[in-house]
C-alpha cells in the first residue's frame, strides 16, 4: 500500500487551504478503497474555509460507500474533544473505517495522542506518515503555536539588487513586477496575519490586503504597530472591505484613546491591543506572545527597515521571502535593513536557501525571489 501517494494528495489539499481555515490549521483527508490490487480514491475534503466543518468530516459525509476495506488518510491528527462541532474520532469510529494513516501527532494537547488513542481503542489500525517531514513543516507555526512557543514569523522584503526597498522619497512603487507581487499576495493569504509598522502607513498608505480572484470574501487580518506618530482616520488600512485590523499600541501612548474611538467606530472588526513598549517601541516577543494567544500560528511581516531590523536583531524572524528586482537604486535610496552593529561577520543573522523561483515581467526583466530560512 502506498502511503506516501495519499498522504502527498492529502497534503496538497491541506496546502490549498492554509490561512483560509484560521483559527483552526488547515487539514487534509482522503478516503481510499483498497481491492485486491484496485485502490481508488472515494472521497477527499479539506477543513471549511474559517475552520470548520473539520476534514474528516466534510471527507466520510461525501459518500455511502464506507467499509472495512477503506483507508483514511488525514494530514493531522483527528481531534478527540468536543468543540463547537463533535469530536472527529466519533465520526470516523461510527464510519466503521478500520484503518487510519495520521500525518503528525496534533500538537494541541486537547487532542495530542489522544485522537490516535481512540482511534486505536476501537480496534482501528493507525500508522503514521509525514512525508519525510513534509508534513511536520507544513504545521511548523501551527505546533509551535500550540506548544505555547512563538508564532512562526516569515518577513517579505521586495529590494532592489543592492538591497534597497524604496528611494530616498520614498517612492517603492513597484520595486517587483505583477507576478510577484501576486505571489506576494499568496504569500498574505497563506499568514494567519500580515504585520507591518506604523513607517509604512504612513510612507505608502497601503492596504495590504488579497487582491486575487477567488478571495473576494477572504482577508487575512493586518495587524499595525504604532508608535509616536498618529494613523489617520482616513488610512487605506482600515478600509472596510479588507477585513479586520488590529492596532498595537502602548497603553500610554497620547494617541491610545484615539485608536480606540477607530476601532469602535469601524464597520468591520477592529481592536486595539496594548502592547507594553519602550521608547515608542512594541516589546516584540510580547506582540508575538500576545498573537499566539489569539490562534495566530503563522505571521507575515511586510513593513519597512525599521521593524525588519529590530525583528532580525532580537532573532525573531524563521524565514524570509527576499524578492530581488534588476535594478540598482542607489546609496541614497533607502535600505531593507537598518544597522546592525557587527563588529564580526560570524555574528550576521544566518539564512540558508530553501527555494529559489522567477517570475517574468511585462518588461522582459526577470524578479527573482530566495526563500530563506533561519540557521537554527
Ligand atoms: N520594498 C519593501 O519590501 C517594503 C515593504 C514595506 C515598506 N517599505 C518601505 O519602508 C518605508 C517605511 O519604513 P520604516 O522603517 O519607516 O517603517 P516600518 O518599519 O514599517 O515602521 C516603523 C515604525 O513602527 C513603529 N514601531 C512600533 N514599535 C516598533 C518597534 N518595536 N520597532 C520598530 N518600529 C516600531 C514606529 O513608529 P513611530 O515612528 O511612529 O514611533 C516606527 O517608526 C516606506 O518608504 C516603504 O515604502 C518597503
Request: charged share 20%; aromatic share 6%; net charge neutral.
Amino acid at each position: 500500500m502506498n502511503h506516501k501517494k495519499f498522504m502527498q494528495i492529502a497534503l496538497q489539499l491541506a496546502q490549498s487551504g492554509k490561512g483560509l481555515t484560521f483559527p483552526n490549521p488547515s487539514v487534509g483527508a482522503v478516503l481510499v478503497r483498497v481491492h485486491c490490487h484496485d485502490t481508488h480514491i472515494i472521497a477527499s475534503a479539506r477543513t471549511a474555509n474559517a475552520g470548520r466543518p473539520h476534514a474528516e468530516t466534510l471527507c466520510l459525509q461525501k459518500t455511502d460507500n464506507i467499509d472495512a476495506l477503506c483507508v483514511l488518510y488525514v494530514t493531522l491528527e483527528p481531534c478527540a474533544h468536543q468543540g463547537e462541532t463533535p469530536p472527529c474520532v466519533d465520526a470516523i469510529i461510527a464510519s466503521h473505517i478500520k484503518h487510519v494513516v495520521i500525518g503528525v501527532e496534533d500538537g494541541d494537547e486537547k487532542t495530542r495522542g489522544k485522537g490516535a488513542e481512540a482511534l486505536k481503542k476501537a480496534g482501528i489500525t493507525v500508522e503514521y506518515e509525514n512525508l519525510d517531514g513534509a508534513i511536520n513543516e507544513f504545521y511548523k507555526g501551527y505546533l509551535r503555536q500550540r506548544a505555547g512557543e512563538k508564532p512562526f514569523v516569515a518577513v517579505k522584503i521586495a529590494a532592489s539588487l543592492d538591497g534597497k526597498i524604496a528611494l530616498h522619497n520614498g517612492n517603492s512603487k513597484w520595486i517587483t513586477g505583477k507576478l510577484a507581487r501576486e505571489y506576494g499576495h499568496l504569500l498574505r493569504a497563506h499568514a494567519d496575519c500580515v504585520l507591518t509598522g506604523a513607517g509604512t502607513i504612513l510612507a505608502d498608505n497601503p492596504r495590504l490586503n488579497i487582491r486575487l480572484n477567488g478571495f473576494k470574501t477572504y482577508q487575512t487580518m493586518r495587524v499595525i504597530l504604532t508608535g509616536a506618530r498618529v494613523l489617520p482616520d482616513d488610512a487605506n488600512i482600515f478600509n472596510a472591505d479588507d477585513g479586520d485590523v488590529m492596532i498595537v499600541a502602548d497603553k500610554n501612548s497620547v494617541h491610545f484613546a484615539n485608536y480606540q474611538r477607530i476601532a469602535n467606530n469601524a464597520p468591520q472588526k477592529m481592536m486595539v491591543q496594548e502592547v507594553g513598549a519602550q521608547n515608542e517601541k512594541i516589546n516584540l516577543p510580547l506582540l508575538l506572545q500576545k498573537l499566539g494567544q489569539f490562534g495566530i500560528a503563522d505571521i507575515l511581516l511586510e513593513a519597512g527597515s525599521k521593524l525588519m531590523t529590530e525583528f532580525l536583531t532580537q532573532n525573531l524572524v524563521d524565514r524570509i521571502y527576499y524578492f530581488q528586482n534588476q535594478q540598482f537604486l542607489g546609496a541614497d535610496s533607502q535600505n531593507a535593513i537598518g544597522v546592525l552593529g557587527l563588529d564580526k561577520l560570524s555574528d550576521a543573522p544566518q539564512f540558508h536557501l530553501h527555494a529559489e523561483k522567477q517570475f517574468l515581467r511585462d518588461d522582459d526583466m526577470v524578479d527573482k525571489l530566495l526563500i530563506l530560512d533561519r540557521v537554527s
